[in-house]
């Protein structure tokens, strides 16, 4: 264990998340990105386009492919912004909301299960690291100039 750094524990934890949530989205013929984001549309007003992308921590071109499939697979559609003349609001179809209860049922079942079985200590010392770790990359405490 001292030869792993905390970087390849969080990267080798979420690449074997990922794997999880894809096998699990598999079955319905999607994948943990589209999850990802039909979790990330209100389900009732929907969601700007222009906020989708900075919600889910995504770059606009990756979000752009993963929109243009779920809109032609019948999961969203596209209705101009009534508060934004130029923009569009991503709203559910029905299917689309049927596919985000099960991406929220699968979410809720990993958490429940960890839950389970991770002391309620050791949980809420993880997500306390979590949080050190966000707010130190945030504040650029880690790299405080470009030559490092």
């Known amino acids: 264990m001292k030869d792993i750094t ?21 079955e319905y013929d999607s994948s943990m990105a589209i ?16 906020a989708l992308g900075p919600k889910m921590g995504m770059e606009a071109t990756s979000l752009s492919r993963i929109i243009k499939s779920m809109e032609s ?14 923009g569009v ?5 029905p299917f689309g909301t049927e596919m985000r209860t099960k991406s929220k049922d699968v979410v809720l079942r990993f958490n429940e299960v960890v839950s389970r079985m991770v002391e309620k200590e050791d949980l809420e010392g993880f997500f306390k690291t979590v949080e050190a770790i966000n707010q130190l990359i945030q504040e650029k405490k880690i790299y405080t100039n470009s030559t490092t």
């Open 35 to 50: 999850g990802f984001t039909l979790l990330s549309i209100d389900p009732k007003a929907g969601t700007p386009s222009t």
């Open 6 to 26: 905390i970087d390849w524990a969080l990267r080798a934890t979420w690449q074997a998340v990922t794997r999880m949530y894809n096998e699990q989205a598999k």
């Open 73 to 86: 697979r019948g999961l969203i559609e596209k209705k101009p912004n009534p508060n934004d003349g130029r």
């Open 89 to 93: 609001l991503i709203h559910l179809t």
